[in-house]
């Protein structure tokens, strides 16, 4: 199961409907107690891929840092279309960025690739030329 997380309606609707055509079962929450709430209800989230920015005073950076309180290992992308990347210290070890705009198919391919490499060896080490570590 993949967490979404993007206040954009549209941009969470188009990301939803595609990741989903591309193999994942995908939960949405438009804010980031929505969705440390599922992250809390649900064993069953493999990943997470949050927007930097999200309204209610938490933003993406917070938000994956609690989680990982509660899931260690999860893991999980950020993506923004304000931001090149991430500050020093902001990120989770072993996240993911990607620019916006990019293509779901792309999203589908990092989280893939993360979620079957957290399975088989734990935090991922190779960077893609398509997107970047953090």
């Known amino acids: 199961?993949?967490?979404?997380?993007?206040?954009?309606?549209?941009?969470?609707?188009?990301?939803?409907?595609?990741?989903?055509?591309?193999?994942?079962?995908?939960?949405?929450?438009?804010?980031?107690?929505?969705?440390?709430?599922?992250?809390?209800?649900?064993?069953?989230?493999?990943?997470?891929?949050?927007d930097i920015n999200l309204p209610g005073g938490s933003d993406g950076f917070a938000l994956a840092r609690a989680a990982r309180v509660i899931r260690p290992h999860l893991p999980v992308v950020y993506a923004s279309g304000r931001y090149a990347g991430a500050e020093e210290g902001q990120a989770v070890d072993g996240s993911r960025f990607l620019a916006k705009p990019f293509t779901p198919s792309l999203a589908a391919a990092v989280l893939h690739d993360m979620i079957s490499d957290n399975a088989e060896h734990g935090p991922l080490h190779e960077v893609h030329a398509a997107e970047r570590r953090i």
């Open 1 to 50: 199961m993949l967490l979404v997380v993007e206040d954009d309606f549209l941009v969470r609707l188009t990301l939803v409907d595609a990741l989903s055509d591309g193999g994942f079962e995908v939960l949405e929450a438009a804010d980031a107690r929505e969705a440390l709430t599922l992250v809390c209800d649900r064993d069953d989230i493999s990943a997470m891929l949050t």
